[in-house]
């Protein structure tokens, strides 16, 4: 498994206990506001430029990430000394431990959010990287907002009522669910698929740049097989019926893990998808 997917895995939602109550001043925008992604220095990985303290940062966008990060040295910057040691795990069950910082105020490309933030290094899971990280977005930096993400056209939009309203007029609705763990700390969003046996939930992650994952359990379910006779894991073409959208078809592999499966960048890129998180509802339609 690859690097990126273990950085997507440490902020996902499957934390053990409180980090306390999250702190956002997102006001509902008055007209769109369009983020583009950049490319030039982490290639498949999205960045954006984030405004913190007056300077224009690069920060990669994980929409599995749960909970936006700033790194050690911005945190010291700001003047913020990271507090917290509340147990969390991983997507594979690895127990770790995590620190914050509260009431960081960001400008996202003119969106600008109060929050809490996470405290981490990305640095060590790039080595390639032409440039600077010094945090991540993931999906909480949106909380309450309504956004569309184009991951061909690398375009984030941040919507109004009415132009919401117009963006799903052809779009189909999907069968989603948020996921707010640490007393609504983390933010995340999981799709339905359908399977022989009933539905199975998908961890919506742009961080999983490498195959869809599935636990043994939910091959079961799909009634797929990705290991070979001697119980060698295989990567396998697998064709998922995402409910509202329809067929969609990637590479997989298998993986332990705390969810039942997980979109890979492959799949989402697919989509042109629209995600309310006043409601958890969801709208996409296949992107051409």
Known sequence: MNKVIIICCLLIPAFASAVGAQSYDAKPVRKPVELVFGREKLGNVPTLEVVINGKARSFYFDSGGGVSAISPALAKEIGCVPFGGQAAYNAGGAKFTIKRCENVMMNIGGYAVKKDVTVFDPMPFFPNAKGLIEGSIALDAFDNQVITIDLIKNRLRVETEKSFKNRIKDMKPLA????????????????????PKGKIWMLLDTGNTNKMLFTSTAQEILGVNLKSETGEKLTKPVKLDLVGLGSVEADSRERDMIYEGMLSYEVIEKMLFTIDFQTGRMWAKLNR
């Open 176 to 195: 989603s669910r948020l996921s707010r763990e640490v007393s609504g700390f983390s933010l995340d969003v999981f799709v339905a698929a359908n399977t």
